[in-house]
T-cell receptor, first 114, second 111 residues
Framework: DVKVTQSSRYLVKRTGEKVFLECVQD?????MFWYRQDPGLGLRLIYF???????EKGDIPEGYSVSREKKERFSLILESASTNQTSMYLC?????????????FGPGTRLTVL | RKEVEQDPGPFNVPEGATVAFNCTYS??????FFWYRQDCRKEPKLLMS???SGNEDGRFTAQLNRASQYISLLIRDSKLSDSATYLC????????????FGKGTRLSVIA
C-alpha cells in the first residue's frame, strides 16, 4: 500500500512565525504536491515537484515556498505565517505516467495561525 | 468557465436509492479522469478512474462523454456508508500535468 505521511495532524502557530510542514512518501513516486483545502474553495494547488530539486508554482504560491532535497520528502514552508494561511494542508504523490496519474494523499495537517 | 464544475448538493437520499452526480470540465485536452471520495475531516481517496468506454465497480458506474466534456458517477443501492463528498478530478492538460479537483458534491444517505 502507498503511504504518504505528514509530520503533524494539528499545528498552532503565531503570526510571523516560520512554519515547516513535512511530507514523506514511501512508494518512490516522482511527483509530489502541496494543496490547501478551505470550505467552499475546494482543493487548491500551492506547489508541486516532478523530481528532486525541482519545483513548480501552482495556483496559489504566494506566501509559501517548498523544498525537495530527497525524492521521498517534500516540505512546505510558510516564511512568515499569517492568519489567512489557517487551513487544512494536504500533501499528495504520484508516479509519472502518460496515462492515469492517480494521486495518493497524506492525512493532512490542520494549521491554525493565531 | 471554471476548470471543473460540480453541483455542490447536498443530495439527501434514502438507503437503497440510486443517485447520480455530474461534472463538467473545460479543457478538451484533458486525458485523465477520476472520482475521489472524501469523508468528513479526512483526506481524499480514489474511488475510481473513469475510462472512455465507461466502467463499473460493484454499485458504482462512471461514464465519460468527451464530446460534451462531461463525467458522471452513478451509485446504485445507496448505503449509509456512502455518505461523503465526491470529488470530480481531471488533469489540467494532456500528459503528466497536475490534477484539478472539483469542489465536490456532498451526499447524505439516510436510514
Amino acid at each position: 500500500d502507498v503511504k504518504v505521511t505528514q509530520s503533524s495532524r494539528y499545528l498552532v502557530k503565531r503570526t510571523g512565525e516560520k512554519v515547516f510542514l513535512e511530507c514523506v512518501q514511501d512508494m518512490d513516486h516522482e511527483n509530489m504536491f502541496w494543496y490547501r483545502q478551505d470550505p467552499g474553495l475546494g482543493l487548491r494547488l500551492i506547489y508541486f515537484s516532478y523530481d528532486v530539486k525541482m519545483k513548480e508554482k501552482g495556483d496559489i504560491p504566494e506566501g509559501y515556498s517548498v523544498s525537495r532535497e530527497k525524492k521521498e520528502r517534500f516540505s512546505l514552508i510558510l516564511e512568515s505565517a499569517s492568519t489567512n494561511q489557517t487551513s487544512m494542508y494536504l500533501c499528495a504523490s504520484s508516479f509519472t505516467t502518460s496515462g492515469y496519474n492517480e494521486q495518493f494523499f497524506g492525512p493532512g495537517t490542520r494549521l491554525t495561525v493565531l | 468557465r471554471k476548470e471543473v464544475e460540480q453541483d455542490p448538493g447536498p443530495f439527501n437520499v434514502p438507503e437503497g436509492a440510486t443517485v447520480a452526480f455530474n461534472c463538467t470540465y473545460s479543457n478538451s485536452a484533458s486525458q485523465s479522469f477520476f472520482w475521489y471520495r472524501q469523508d468528513c475531516r479526512k483526506e481524499p481517496k480514489l474511488l475510481m478512474s473513469v475510462y472512455s468506454s465507461g466502467n463499473e465497480d460493484g454499485r458504482f458506474t462512471a461514464q465519460l462523454n468527451r464530446a460534451s466534456q462531461y463525467i458522471s458517477l452513478l451509485i446504485r443501492d445507496s448505503k449509509l456508508s456512502d455518505s461523503a463528498t465526491y470529488l470530480c478530478v481531471v488533469n489540467r492538460d494532456s500528459g503528466n500535468t497536475p490534477l484539478v479537483f472539483g469542489k465536490g458534491t456532498r451526499l447524505s444517505v439516510i436510514a
